[in-house]
């Protein structure tokens, strides 16, 4: 069972405020992901990582940063939050080097509401 | 660039009928091919996926799926659907050796008593 989490679940916050998204995995995986989903739409990636210090932006541009302090953690970051970034966040992680070959598991997902 | 396909956005089915979600990908070089199933409040889990080797791939809760390579096509099926199959079905494609997963937009299951 993969272990992998996210907090909070559900946050509705008004315009303007910073936020930080936690996640954080148990199974030692040196890469995780964070997706952004709307209803009825793909999952868009929108930043990855590598290992510790390492970053990527994803194929959908945000507004958001990441860091990678430590493999187990890697927080999302909205510096002043509007209506738009009004989402579901999804963040996974894959060990391909484990011989699941881009196998990724996700987390239950952040339901982000910006008023 | 690779994509995917998913035909139909809502699919409903009859409890104990077959279950046949469409996906077509595209891609330049031999994909990864994934199904991910997503309840509600919750988030993605792998049924099945298909790597190398044999074509028809068996997954978790009785679905499987069938690489076409002629038809680029990655069609999940379950001879007999539960009511607890009700979710949201996401098709993926990956290049070998690519970790970045590229997403269908889904396709929600609707079971019918």
């Known amino acids: 069972e993969a272990d992998i989490y996210q907090t909070p679940r559900y946050l509705v916050i008004g315009t303007g405020k910073k936020i930080t998204l936690e996640c954080s995995q148990t199974?030692?995986?040196?890469?995780m992901y964070w997706y952004q989903q709307d209803p009825g739409m793909e999952l868009h990636l929108i930043h990855y990582?590598?290992?510790?210090?390492?970053?990527e932006k994803g194929d959908l541009s945000s507004e958001s940063t990441v860091s990678r302090i430590r493999t187990e953690h890697f927080p999302l970051t909205l510096e002043s939050a509007r209506p738009s970034h009004t989402s579901q966040y999804l963040c996974a992680s894959s060990d391909p080097t484990g011989g699941d070959l881009d196998e990724q598991f996700f987390g239950p997902g952040t339901r982000l509401t910006v008023l | 660039a690779q994509s995917v396909t998913q035909l139909g956005s809502h699919v409903s089915v009859s409890e104990g009928a077959l279950v046949l979600l469409r996906c077509n990908y595209s891609s330049s070089v031999p994909p990864y091919l994934f199904w991910y199933v997503q309840y509600p409040n919750q988030g993605l889990q792998l049924l099945l996926k298909?790597?190398?080797?044999?074509?028809l791939v068996k997954g978790i809760n009785g679905f499987e799926a069938e690489f076409k390579k002629s038809e680029t096509s990655f069609h999940l099926t379950k001879p007999s659907a539960h009511m607890s199959d009700a979710a949201e079905y996401f098709c993926?494609?990956?290049?070998?050796?690519?970790?970045?997963?590229?997403f269908g937009k889904g396709t929600r299951l609707h079971i019918l008593p």
């Open positions: 993926a494609v990956s290049d070998q050796g690519d970790d970045k997963i590229i």
């Open positions: 199974m030692g995986h040196d890469k």
């Open positions: 990582s590598y290992g510790v210090n390492s970053t």
């Open positions: 298909y790597t190398t080797g044999a074509t």
